[in-house]
């Protein structure tokens, strides 16, 4: 049973433009979202957390936005670049083994 | 401080053989996860060791097991190899916050011939 549901599959941006990763998730005892960041050779990376008593968290250039009545959260990334390139995965979890989406791959193209 | 260190980092195996992982997770972190990552089935939930003692457990066969010693090194062990079993196996250290931070590693990539 697949409990975090991550779409895009895949994305293409351009250099500069806005990457809009969703993400939806069914357990409601979840209380941590972190979204990963994995290049080719690399295990993920923490990029950002939101914890479900704020709607929004911004990092820089990343920013989670967070609906805990539709269950949603998704992964803004503004003015993206090239180097942004990498798969994301978003993951819940309630202090148990995160849950991970299936990732989407992002190309930021010049 | 240094990260988590997997070895081996490649690894060439043929099926019915066993084989054994090694993670070193980061100095001071007691809890270490594993996972397996596949293109088809992403990120999935192998097993949670901490203290010594398996905490969780995913759903995959028997044939997957772990232990982790008393310097919070940890071990994961695949008997019987399937060509199914190729993968990139991943571990994650975690701290005082819990499973809510976990440090991945490189990952050890097998393959099954």
């Known amino acids: 049973q697949q409990q975090v549901k991550q779409s895009p599959q895949s994305l293409i941006v351009q250099k500069g433009g806005i990457s809009i990763i969703n993400c939806a998730y069914e357990n409601t005892a979840f209380d941590y979202f972190p979204w990963y960041q994995q290049f080719p050779g690399k295990g993920p990376a923490l990029l950002i957390a939101?914890?479900?008593?704020?709607s929004e968290k911004k990092e820089g250039r990343f920013t989670i936005s967070f609906n805990k009545s539709a269950k949603q959260f998704s992964l803004h990334i503004m003015d993206s670049q090239p180097g942004d390139s990498a798969t994301y995965f978003c993951a819940a979890t309630g202090n148990t083994p995160l849950v991970f989406g299936k990732g989407t791959r992002l190309s930021v193209i010049a | 401080k240094a990260g988590v260190t997997q070895t081996p980092r490649y690894l060439i195996k043929t099926r019915g053989q066993q084989v054994t992982l090694s993670c070193s997770p980061i100095?001071?972190?007691?809890?270490v996860s594993w996972y397996q990552q596949t293109p088809g089935q992403g990120l999935q939930f192998l097993f949670e060791?901490?203290?010594?003692?398996?905490?969780n457990k995913g759903n995959f066969p028997g044939r997957f097991s772990g232990r982790q010693f008393s310097n919070s090194r940890s071990e994961m062990n695949v008997s019987t190899l399937e060509l199914g079993d190729s993968a990139l196996y991943l571990c994650?250290?975690?701290?005082?916050?819990?499973?809510?931070?976990?440090?991945f590693g490189p990952g050890t990539r097998l393959t099954v011939l």
């Open positions: 994650a250290s975690s701290g005082t916050l819990g499973l809510s931070e976990q440090f």
């Open positions: 939101i914890r479900p008593d704020v």
């Open positions: 060791y901490f203290s010594e003692t398996q905490r």
């Open positions: 100095s001071g972190h007691r809890s």
